[in-house]
Nanobody, 126 residues
């Protein structure tokens, strides 16, 4: 069982940066592939970024590539999402998710993830 708690959301202006954090419980965090998803009002939850359990491999949605960076600190049981050059269309509730993963694997489908956090709101004003 893994429990995930996101933090770091807020209200910012277009062009600003935010860093989201997701703290995980448990002693086997390094066995889990991690992902970030987001859901805007009236829309489906969509993939944002994923990272392998070692942190060596990352994968991004085209809409955030070059602006967002996913990273993890296995010693701290935490995964991060650094978001730069934010746009109004980035406004959403952001969720982190975890799935027990093989080495080198990452996942971009929400159906593949077993554990989810409660989400943190990010609002970008124009």
């Amino acid at each position: 069982q893994v429990q995930l708690v996101e933090s770091g959301g807020g209200l910012v202006q277009a062009g600003d940066s935010l860093r989201l954090s997701c703290a995980a419980s448990g002693r086997t965090f390094s066995s889990y592939g991690m992902g970030w998803f987001r859901q805007a009002p009236g829309k489906e939850r969509e993939f944002v970024a994923a990272i392998t359990r070692s942190g060596e491999g990352t994968y991004y949605a085209d809409s955030v590539k070059g602006r967002f960076t996913i990273s993890r600190d296995n010693a701290k049981n935490t995964v991060y999402l650094q978001m730069n050059s934010l746009k109004p269309e980035d406004t959403a509730v952001y969720y982190c998710a975890a799935v027990w993963a093989l080495s080198g694997m990452y996942y971009n489908r929400k159906s593949m993830y077993d554990y989810w956090g409660q989400g943190t709101q990010v609002t970008v004003s124009s």
